[in-house]
């Protein structure tokens, strides 16, 4: 079968040809129908640091996608030949303490595919049958395709309830327009979206953001306070990892408020915690992944009920064949969310 | 009346003769017994970088006491004249929106007694009805004298349930030993002290604490893990303050787990938030005074209840006028709660 | 001045003249603009069983309202005169426990305006300063003039999140009217409107319910399991009162959903506890008043950012003098919320 | 293998022999040691009204065990021959959406052992790989074989937190007793014991109830006022399935607590809902099983760190043989727990 693969530990990917894979009684072999490329597709496309010491080549990339069932092993009743699907790219142990009491997108077992094992953007892809997420008629194969990171929006904004709320969203990547999308569509009552590129903060305000603030003027906190009576925002997800992105997030949030953290820093961050976090009685959260399987029903049934709609996030559409040229558009600042045909 | 006194703008406190103060209608005048010395009160004698930013002599010291009721203004009619009491020291303005839902504690107009106005190193203070609490017989003076701190212990140790779990405290001075046996008393299966001092660290074995640890020996993750199953802690409550005791928590902590910061860093802390805070899916809390007024409650239900004995805390009992003495214990690490004896 | 007074122990009530009254220091006077009348009042009305036992006249009804402060006391910071207010009927005590730890709605000392003491069917009410609600411009005064049975609704809807959840709302007298528009504000994927009366369904289906379910056909539950994919109703909001009523609302609940009950049934319920309840896993919840102040920032920033437009719940609209045409148009089923102009 | 088996659809039960189950790939085989006898059990025995619309003969009984792992499927990496083990007896569908968000335990397909398919009455039973739980060496095996029962006592008593609160056991069954020993271990500060029995009563002493109540004499209501300073228990578990029981846990509540339902009644229980719930502002439970996997985790961890010794609760230990003992011993009321002997 055709596939994107990173085949040697140097910078970029090719779409070769490698043998389709073999499932075991408890699994599911999928024939994918629509990728997204993600951020860490980039990080593995330029070979960076982290990817050297995390990937092991060759390896079929890809962990978002949807597609069709092609067979499953004889142990699973959960799904079955034809079924729409979409999947939860992290595979985990099933039996730790963690897996054992609703963390398992903390398990330290994990495996994820097009990461630690081949993944998504190939003509196929096996994964065990828990990890398979039917997706009703409602959604569209494209907005499925994107479940793996608008489900990191779902499990960020809605891990409190939003509700009424002030929400400012710190970063407007993919991920953050969604979120921009989520809190509207959950009811927050005013959605301040944070985000330099003039383009990204037009898609946040397609989304749904009723005031963007561009963090270049150095003005973040005296505009959120503004919007808020002077309290500050109730709930702010921080979806940029910038070290400023960051500080400022502690900064407009209201006393006893939420941070969300989900943008991943580089290196260390130098944080005022006793004036920012601790003073002010905040309540912080380290987003990772979604909650199995809250967060992938939560996603399904917004999307279905029409509550949200993701479509303008979606800026590229390309057949798998032209993945240089979305992963270049993601580069330049062009794409937001990339989305393949594979077949 | 006699009072301990920021009298001047520099280092040292005096023991002078002040007006005693009058009371509105919605006030109580309290005739103060016992006084707890704070760590606050400390950095006022030393008259250090904060104090100067913050403190107006001439100012009337002490926030952590109990007393007597010796007058009520004319709309109180929750307390009388000779109930036995201490007092929440931080006074809320009580309608903005953080008062009005349960968040007196980080609300912005407060001020402390003792540190923006006068405070209960005296032999009389005055204060709002709203902040007095009664005392029952089951406890003691001097334990009713450090419920302020004691408070701040409750407020962290039970900020989620610790029954059953794995709970370490960083940083053994007063807080963090008071909350060594909150925790024990709250049904933690295990509890780990995280101290230099091997005089503190011994007070922490006579409150309750199965571990303790030295964290000099640069193995507190390791040990913590070995005591755990590999797992981690499920609750770390940072008490010291210390950007290592900071760093440390976050790295103690279990995935999925919590994180409550207490004790106040000088400067701004580097911390490594995605590999410690973000993949780890860790909850994280800054934690300020109590709260308005669960924590009372609960801190009063627990001793009264003989639930816990906070007796091996308080290492000094001193008249009011030997205060020098026992700043000077504090100060050499001897002591870790001294009492004055006021009245 | 002009009131509506019960002023004896029979059916009925009159319009008099009876003083102003006055305010201690702490308290509030306000001139009275608009008023609900509510299911409450209509009961005093009629003088029925609970009436009698209740009520002592000669009393000056209503605990719905808005108005402008006419006058504060010397100990009043928190409002001034001349701000548009609404105010919580429900006078608590403030110290008891359950006033100390966030439960005044249910504190055991609670007076309430035109039940227990002088109400707000007057042209001025007296209250203490706490209970008073400031109210923006962007709300009208006709809609804070039922910001307490509006309370009622948002305390009951949002206890706990409702975002993309399927939402049933079981009676759609005002308060389930209200409940509808609030779950729909909130980002419920679905809300489900129970009610016999057409009249009702329509302004049912106005606030935004997706799918109507007139009770009498002993469908119920067969119609919530078909509309949730056999699973039922996330939450299910009891507000008919009705034993019926009760007993659907536990057996359309899916399981380890929640059922929260507002309606007041006259007797004992009988419930199939085992089998709706203790089997289903389910958490039900009491719901009286509002949470002070909690809903009423809640229910303020919700109306204020246009979340939810309540108008087509208020059917009538009278000039004081004609409260018995409200009172007969609630009598018959023709009004839902009925608002009367006091000055 | 020997077997104690429901053989007929007539009262009572026989010792025989049957064939040893065979395994799936992802199933375990476990060489029983010690098992339980249930109330269930004692249904089945008498063959009453429930037994006979639920049971299909022939069929092994037994639920609660703990034994040895004999072989496991291909696909088991969770437990290895030799593993000291309990196991969860709800066998559960595992993709609904029940199952995909923490509520297994009320999964609409739960097939229960004992009940619905061969149980653990026998000297192997089999299991899917997910339902086992290795047991720490700190735990005995006849505590280790009553974890099913223990388990609805640690679900009831810590569905919310316990610490510092006020308890009320309304029941003294085994779950009962169990649960008046995990809520002191989880730091009650008083935990109160209602139940008829004398002798269950004195267990009840042993397990830490501080307070004891007989219903027979009416002022069930009286003494917990009494005790709790006027307020009523915070926290109410109903273990006794009585419809005065049931009335009482409402009743003896504070405003505002916390109710949860274990006992199933066995006819519908008429409720005064308005004055004992919702006036009240009651948070009610229906509790049934057991937390798949949390609870699991915190029984293994109370008992292994010996916060809780269940001991007394377990009166009886006799050899499967003598099986017709233990149920005469359990029916004449004479026993709480019995424990056989399999192999």
């Not at 963690?98 to 595919?113: A, D, P, Q, Y």
């Not at 009723?210 to 925002?233: F, H, K, R, S, W």
């Not at 009920?305 to 996030?313: E, F, Y």
Request: net charge negative; hydrophobic share 45%.
């Amino acid at each position: 079968m055709k596939a994107i693969v990173k085949a040697e530990p140097r910078e970029g990917l090719d779409l070769r040809d490698v043998p389709e894979p073999g499932i075991n009684p408890d699994e599911v072999l999928i024939a994918v129908r629509r990728a997204g490329i993600c951020g860490t597709d980039m990080h593995i496309y330029n070979w960076d640091h982290w990817s050297q010491s995390r990937i092991r080549p060759p390896l079929v990339l890809g962990h978002e996608f949807m597609g069709e069932v092609a067979e499953v092993g004889h142990l699973v009743d959960s799904v079955k030949v034809g079924d729409r699907v979409s999947a939860e790219g992290h595979i985990v142990c099933g039996h730790c303490e963690l897996c054992l009491t609703g963390n398992s997108h903390v398990c330290r077992e994990t495996s994820i595919i097009g990461v630690d094992q081949d993944g998504a953007f190939a003509e196929y892809v096996a994964l065990p049958a828990t990890n398979i997420v039917t997706i009703p008629d409602a959604i569209s194969d494209e907005h499925a395709a994107v479940f793996d990171p608008l489900g990191n929006a779902f499990h960020t904004v809605l891990h409190t309830d939003v509700s009424g709320k002030a929400v400012a969203i710190v970063g407007c990547g993919p991920i953050g327009l969604f979120a921009v999308g989520i809190a509207r569509a959950a009811g927050a009552r005013l959605v301040i979206a944070v985000e330099p590129s003039p383009g990204r903060l037009e898609i946040a305000r397609q989304m749904g953001a009723q005031a963007t603030i561009d963090p270049a003027d150095g003005t973040v906190v005296e505009q959120v306070l503004d919007l808020t009576n002077g309290y500050g925002a109730d709930v702010v997800c921080e979806m940029s990892g910038h070290p400023d992105g960051i500080r400022d997030s502690f900064r407009i949030c209201r006393n006893a408020g939420h941070v969300r953290l989900l943008g991943l820093p580089r290196d260390d961050v130098a944080v005022n915690l006793a004036g920012d976090v601790i003073f002010k009685g905040l309540e912080v959260y380290g987003v990772i992944g979604r909650r199995m399987y809250g967060t992938w029903i939560e996603m399904r049934d917004f999307l279905a009920a029409g509550l949200v709609d993701i479509s303008p996030v979606i800026t590229h559409r390309l057949p798998m064949e032209d993945f240089e040229t979305g992963i270049a558009a993601m580069a330049n600042g062009e794409a937001a969310k990339v989305v393949l045909a594979v077949s």
